[in-house]
Every structure is written in C-alpha cells, then in structure tokens.
C-alpha cells in the first residue's frame, strides 16, 4: 500500500528515538512490499526556536494531509519557567485538538524477561495485560485558565458526546478482549465526574450489555492498579486522570520508555507516540530506550494503515530482541550489558528479518 506518514521528531529525546521507529517502518516497507513516504516538520521548543509558534500552520497542513503522525517528544527546561507565555506543550495540545483525536490508546503489556526492573513483585506482575485509554481532547488540559498576581484556576468541562465517544472506543476494544471495561472518575466530589459516570452507565446498558462494567475512584484506582494489576482489561478516564494512571502503570512494565500510545478519532488518521517525555537529562546521549517509540509505529501500523500482520511482526520482534537480551539503562538490571538507542533498534530490525 502506498501511505503518507509525518513524522514530528520534536524536543529532547525525541529525534533519536522517532529516527529508529522511522527507521523500523521503512524496514516494513521493504519487507512487506509497501511505499511509505515521510515528511518531516517541527513541532515544540525546536519550533518556537525556528519561528516563535510550537505548532506552525505548516506542520498542521502536513499532519492533516498524511495517513498517520509518527510524533517523539515536546518540552525540556529550556522552555519551562511558569511564567512563559508560549510554551512547546500548547504545540501538542493543539495538534490533539486539531486532528480531533479523542481516544488515547496505552497498551500495558509486560515482557515476562523485564519482570525483574519493576519495583513490583514478579508474581504481582503475572498475567498483566491492559489497556487505558484516556480522554485526550477535552476536560481540565482544555478548559479556560485564568492568572493574575494571587490567584488561578483552571475549568474542567466535559460534555455527553466527548464521554460518550471515548467510552465507545473503550468498550468496543473491550469486546474484542476479555470483555471488562473499568470506568475511572472521582464522582464523590466533582460534577463532570458525576456527568461521567451517568453516561457511561447509560450508554453500557444500552449498548454494551455484554461487557462487565466496574466503576473505581480515581484514589483507589491508583491503588489497585499496583495491588491487582492483573484484574484489569481495559480502563478508560478522563485526560488527566488518564495521564497520571500511565505513568503509574509504566513501571508495572518496568520503565516509561516502553509503553507507546495511539491517538484516534472517528478518521484513520492517528497520532503516534510514545508515552514518555523529552527526557532532556538523558537528550542526545544516544542511550534513550526506542521501544516505546518502535511499539508505537506498530500502533500506526495497525490501526492508521489496517496492516494488522506487520504491525504484528514489529511488536514480535521488540520481543524478541527483549528475550535475546538487549538492554538499554533503563530496562537493564546490574548485570546486564547495556546497548545504546541505535544498537536496541538495530537488534528488533535483525529480529524482523
Ligand atoms: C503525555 C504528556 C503530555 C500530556 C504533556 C507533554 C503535555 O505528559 O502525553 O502524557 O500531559 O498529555
Ligand atoms: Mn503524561
């Protein structure tokens, strides 16, 4: 097939890890007799640098006219101080907003041979497989804020249809699963929490009567997230609840360098990335993990581009590099060797072929 494919490398880390999974889907490409062409733009801090904007209308036009956005990174201290105005987040957000993709997909899945880099017991660990998908075009990222010298606020609004669309998404991966889906709010203290838990009750009986509701507190979703891992299917909440439960749900695979993400819409067009940040104290030392980035190319491959075999081949292969032994820093316990970003790439490439 022929597929157009943007690729927005962005801050820190960024760059180097979008270059291996660019690098894996071109391999796929060979391999499996496809044309994938990739444009590259800015997006972030490297955008405010190049033109002051951290999404310039230019990348917008690219992201709108290709199949699927491969993106790295935004952010790093550079641009952080609390009182800038322009910020490279706002660039992400708004690309978000502007490809209307609604439904944050994060996979949790463990490598049995990684057990050992959770700070979770192992047998805690055991047969954990879930997937969160988090609200990502709405709620308090989104709101208006307000500022002056002693005061701020931030407004946390949600609507029926914004629920009741993510929640459709979630349900129905939850049907092709294991058939549970857990809805996470803090309905004992706020209102869009309240609105959110009608909804979904509403819409699951209506139309998803087959798949096994449960409703948990955000407080306590933390927590049984690391007491019983194993019980969850697929979760779905809100953007910032959903933003905080990932990277808690990270370190049940070991490290937030190998859980990607997939944003949707109603389109086949999607974004990308892996969940992790810029990483800037780790930037341009070549040690970044690209597995997270790798397994989201994967998740392009699958649901942008409908190649369900290829995308398969490419999360076999991350596999088998893991089973083999390759280890960046972060994945690597004290007696293992540790290879850098572009050697773990080259090793899930060798798998590949
Ligand atoms: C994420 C990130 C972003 C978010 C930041 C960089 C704006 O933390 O994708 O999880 O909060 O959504
Ligand atoms: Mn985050």
Known sequence: MDAVIAVLPGDGIGPEVTHCARNVLSAIAEKYQHNFSFREELIGGVAMEASG????AATIDCCKSSDAVLLGAVGGSKWSD???????EQGLLKLRSELEVYANL??????????????????VLVGVDM???????GGIYFGEKTRDA???SDLCTYHTHEIERVVRVAAKLAGARRKKLCSIDKANVLETSRLWRDVTDRLMQQEFADIELETLLVDAAA???LSRPADFDVLVTENMFGDILTDEASMLAGSLGMLPSASIGDSTRGLYEPIHGSAPDIAGQGIANPCAAIASA???LRHSLGLTREAAAVEAAIGDAIAA???????ATPNDTTVSTQQMSEEIMRCLN
């Open 106 to 123: 994060r996979p949790v899945k463990i490598y049995d041979e990684l057990a050992g880099t959770s700070p979770l017991k192992a047998d």
């Open 325 to 331: 032994g390759a280890r960046t820093a972060d994945i």
């Open 223 to 225: 927590m049984h997230l």
């Open 150 to 152: 002693t005061s701020a």
């Open 298 to 300: 994967a998740l392009l």
């Open 131 to 137: 997937l969160i998908v988090r609200e990502l075009t």
């Open 53 to 56: 904007e951290p999404l310039p």
């Open 82 to 88: 609390p009182n800038a105005k322009v910020r490279p």
